[in-house]
């Protein structure tokens, strides 16, 4: 038998065994599931979840209505789903980032360790610099002399106060000593298109969301935030190619509930998105978009994000990031 029958033989046995394991969970949806985006439509948050959501209502029976509600560096999507049903009828996705929430804002509508539990981590994007081509430079480094030569001509399109992204640019901006203007936007869809306008000059965004702006040469790339090259954008070099092996940061997403949704629904929900995820068609979707599969279970999800949180808890302080 081929190497690629016996890889789609395994795959469909895997599905069959993940989707049996849904079944005997006891639980299946009885209505729309309300899928909460905390970032407005158009976002990479999007590429990842649409394709996904589709999946799931395939396997479910029940479609997953999304729900964009961007605002307040995801705060007001968050707590939204802080308070929908707990039965396994809400849920949101979002990036690792909130772990370090409370370090940045003194006060936070949600506890993201105490309302909130994980059902898996689903992928990861890096983090690419862009910067609208009117702008004289082909590099980071000739990017960090311009802005050095010139503090506070170009500007920064900041999707979302507290992001990885924003906090990408601020590592940026720390380790190379430029300073620029920020322009702040309610999500990456505003803040791209900004950039695309050459209104802002420069933004950090997810991988996934700019390669269709490369290749039409409406955005130029000047570094991943990675110490490795992305298999997505290998002609694209890394910040520590570029002289600043500190500056490093990706999107890690993840799918959440209320906390006290039953376990049982957690295990089915978690199961089934196991089994999207696994699907050839949406890997290669992904995997084209520069996204990375990163499935987990609940329990590793959680111990992730303390992971996080303990990750930045020495480098917020030294950001001087003042955000109420």
Not at 61 to 69: A, S, T
Not at 81 to 104: K, Q, S, W
């Amino acid at each position: 038998m081929h190497r690629r029958t016996l890889l789609a033989t395994a795959t469909a046995a895997l599905a069959t065994a993940i989707e049996a394991r849904a079944q005997s969970a006891g639980w299946a949806p009885n209505r729309p599931i309300r899928l909460i985006i905390p970032y407005p439509p158009g976002g990479g948050t999007d590429t990842l979840a649409r394709p996904w959501a589709e999946r799931m209502r395939v396997r479910l029976g029940q479609p997953l209505v999304i729900e964009n509600r961007g605002g307040a560096a995801t705060n007001i999507g968050m707590e939204a789903a802080a308070r929908g049903t707990a039965d396994g009828h809400t849920l949101v996705i979002n990036a690792d980032n909130i772990a370090y929430f409370p370090m940045l804002y003194r006060n936070m509508p949600y506890d993201l360790f105490r309302d909130f539990i994980p059902i898996a981590y689903m992928a990861e994007t890096p983090l690419v610099v862009a910067i609208n081509p009117e702008v004289p430079a082909r590099t980071l480094r000739e990017f960090v002399a311009l802005a050095k030569a010139n503090p506070e001509k170009y500007s920064f399109a900041n999707p979302s106060v507290g992001s990885p992204h924003h906090l990408g640019f601020e590592l940026l901006a720390r380790e190379a000593d430029i300073k620029l203007v920020q322009a702040q936007y309610r999500g990456g869809g505003p803040a791209m298109n900004d950039v695309l306008a050459g209104h802002v000059h420069l933004g950090v965004f997810s991988l996934g969301s700019v390669t269709q702006h490369f290749a039409a040469g409406k955005l130029r790339p000047l570094a991943v935030l990675s110490t490795q090259r992305s298999p997505a954008a290998p002609d694209v070099p890394t910040t520590a190619e570029e002289g600043l092996p500190r500056v490093v940061n990706a999107l890690r997403f993840l799918v959440l509930a209320p906390a006290a949704t039953p376990p049982e629904a957690i295990a089915a929900l978690h199961a089934a998105t196991l089994a999207s995820l696994n699907d050839p068609e949406l890997r290669a979707q992904l995997t084209q978009a520069g996204f990375t599969i990163t499935p987990s279970t609940p329990d590793q999800a959680a111990a992730m994000l303390r992971e996080e949180r303990d990750r930045w808890a020495p480098i917020l302080p030294g950001l001087n990031l003042n955000l109420g």
